[in-house]
T-cell receptor, first 113, second 117 residues
Framework: DADVTQTPRNRITKTGKRIMLECSQT?????MYWYRQDPGLGLRLIYY???????NKGEISDGYSVSRQAQAKFSLSLESAIPNQTALYFC????????????FGPGTRLTVT | AQSVAQPEDQVNVAEGNPLTVKCTYS??????LFWYVQYPNRGLQFLLK??????LVKGSYGFEAEFNKSQTSFHLKKPSALVSDSALYFC???????????????FGQGTTLQVKP
């Protein structure tokens, strides 16, 4: 089984809808991250969490919120989806020790129409 | 400011030929550099990292990368390309803005490698 899983893998939703993307990990890592990938822009950090009680904004957090329900679960929500949030979303984990190598899930392709 | 640049959107190479995917970086302090690969419909997979020590770093699938401090580069290389190496490659640097131990990464924009038979 994969160490980092994401659900759903694909989602099409309409403008204004609320949507949640979920991430689970079995690596036992404390740290979890949400990125979005857009063509030509690479990956950009949305939110990151060092443990259940420590959540931090990344460089593009506007329009998103997160919840760290447990060490193994980190979900990303779009409260009111808009078309420019159409992207590929990745969850990643890392141990809380140097060099903090990150392990990625398979991604969720989200389309907002 | 910290940044990573991959100057080529796409690199084309014939199978069996050597390949290079370029990456340059801008950081304050010691750079910690990473290469990841993304195969179609898959997440990013770790290839290799440079933390300190030997400037030539060996990684997975026969890839290696050369760290050049004077040129602030960390180019990914492979002596003999395979068709199966065709994928999207990302260079990343550890983000130390604010704190040096957040584990955050700054990614380049990605380079598509096409290996033709």
């Amino acid at each position: 089984d994969a160490d980092v899983t994401q659900t759903p893998r694909n989602r099409i939703t309409k403008t204004g809808k609320r949507i949640m993307l979920e991430c689970s990990q079995t690596k036992g890592h404390d740290r979890m991250y949400w990125y979005r990938q857009d063509p030509g822009l690479g990956l950009r950090l949305i939110y990151y969490s060092f443990d259940v009680k420590d959540i931090n904004k990344g460089e593009i957090s506007d329009g998103y919120s997160v919840s760290r329900q447990a060490q193994a679960k980190f979900s990303l929500s779009l409260e009111s989806a808009i078309p420019n949030q159409t992207a590929l979303y990745f969850c990643a984990t890392s141990a809380a020790r140097f060099p903090y190598e990150q392990y990625f899930g398979p991604g969720t392709r989200l389309t907002v129409t | 400011a910290q940044s990573v640049a991959q100057p080529e959107d796409q690199v084309n190479v014939a199978e069996g030929n050597p390949l290079t995917v370029k990456c340059t970086y801008s950081v304050s302090g010691n750079p910690y550099l990473f290469w990841y690969v993304q195969y179609p419909n898959r997440g990013l997979q770790f290839l290799l990292k440079y933390i300190t020590g030997d400037n030539l770093v060996k990684g997975s699938y026969g890839f290696e990368a050369e760290f050049n401090k004077s040129q602030t580069s960390f180019h990914l290389k492979k002596p003999s390309a395979l068709v199966s190496d065709s994928a999207l490659y990302f260079c990343a640097v550890r983000d130390i803005r604010g704190s040096s131990n957040t584990g955050k990464l700054i990614f380049g924009q990605g380079t598509t490698l096409q290996v033709k038979p």
